[in-house]
């Protein structure tokens, strides 16, 4: 049990317990009170120092926590409420608390996929009730875009426990270039989103390159427990860093790639970078724009160009120029053809 969440329990028994006011409560019986509800809640004794209540006591006092607790020691030995009514779970939430805990709520709900999630849903499903309790129920203003039909959704949770564990895992794996399913050993180091879909970054083997597999193409997933994980330092951010996307092409370097963008588009990549490396290099009369960035070009910087439609060209390298405009012309062609594709 994280320290946290013993924290909670302890302040909620000592709520609890002054809450009693026809008992005289010394320090010492405080702390067996939290012992005995540490050990109902763990299954075994936890030890607590008188060091230990004393800083709980002042932190429930205190404004750090929000309680301001009245909590009173008289005859030198016994502590109380002085308000005999007051209990820390009868704090009232003000108008902005329950905005933001309405919209944390509605958030955090979205990522019910993730078993760590666990330990709160007891929590947000109280805060649910209190929210509609002290407020009229309104729906949440604020939606992260995350497909629930999306194939592999229900194995994020095994991935990541095997990521946190180190477990090295047996992936039956079916690309979409495959005609058959194959079956490897794998060593996971990351779960990365990119554009609504999720990927497995990890190697097969120390001898071969990173790679990223899809989650919607993983067939199934069993476990080796006795082949020792792939301890590698993984840096994503150093990994990702000259990439658009999750495809890294091992042995190639970032390239400069020079952009032509339309005015109705400009402000778009402007406020929304295509990359990180991009730079504004011209501005135009007619307020197009030419950007460069620095990168190593694939698939995925592919399609976020080619979304752009005619809004978008590519200047140079001349090479990636003349991939893309065959590109388009395959496209134009397939809609220049007299009968439409059935």
């Not at 993983?218 to 994503?236: G, Q, W």
């Amino acid at each position: 049990m994280s320290q946290n969440k013993n924290a909670l329990i302890r302040y909620k028994t000592i709520d609890k317990c002054l809450q009693n006011k026809y008992r005289q409560w010394t320090l010492e019986d405080l702390i067996e009170c939290c012992s005995q509800a540490l050990e109902e809640y763990e299954g075994r004794q936890i030890p607590i120092s008188k060091r230990t209540i004393q800083m709980d006591i002042q932190l429930m006092r205190s404004e750090k926590l929000g309680y301001n607790a009245p909590i009173v020691v008289y005859d030198k030995k016994y502590y109380k409420y002085e308000d005999e009514d007051f209990s820390i779970t009868d704090i009232p939430l003000t108008e902005t608390d329950m905005n933001v805990l309405t919209e944390t709520v509605s958030m955090l709900k979205q990522f019910k996929d993730f078993s760590l999630f666990n330990d709160v849903s007891d929590i947000l499903q109280r805060l649910e009730d209190k929210i509609y309790a002290e407020k009229s129920h309104t729906k949440p203003v604020i939606y992260l875009d995350k497909n629930e039909k999306l194939k592999g959704l229900h194995y994020l949770d095994e991935i990541y426990q095997a990521i946190i564990k180190k477990m090295v895992l047996i992936i039956t794996y079916k690309s979409f270039k495959s005609r058959d399913e194959t079956k490897f050993h794998f060593h996971p180091f990351i779960l990365k989103e990119f554009n609504n879909r999720w990927f497995l970054v990890g190697k097969k083997k120390k001898s071969q390159p990173i790679t990223n597999l899809a989650l919607d193409r993983i067939i199934s997933i069993d476990y080796d427990f006795n082949l020792p994980y792939l301890e590698e330092d993984f840096d994503a951010e150093l990994y990702y860093k000259n990439v658009i996307g999750v495809t890294v092409n091992s042995g190639l370097q970032p390239r400069r790639i020079e952009l032509w963008i339309d005015a109705e588009n400009a402000p778009y990549v402007l406020t929304k970078p295509l990359h990180q490396t991009q730079r504004v290099i011209q501005e135009n009369e007619d307020k197009s724009i030419i950007v460069h960035l620095f990168v190593i070009p694939n698939y995925e910087m592919e399609r976020l160009l080619l979304g752009f439609g005619c809004g978008i060209e590519i200047l140079r390298p001349e090479g990636f120029r003349k991939r893309m405009k065959e590109i388009l012309q395959k496209a134009f062609a397939r809609y220049d053809e007299q009968n439409p594709t059935e």
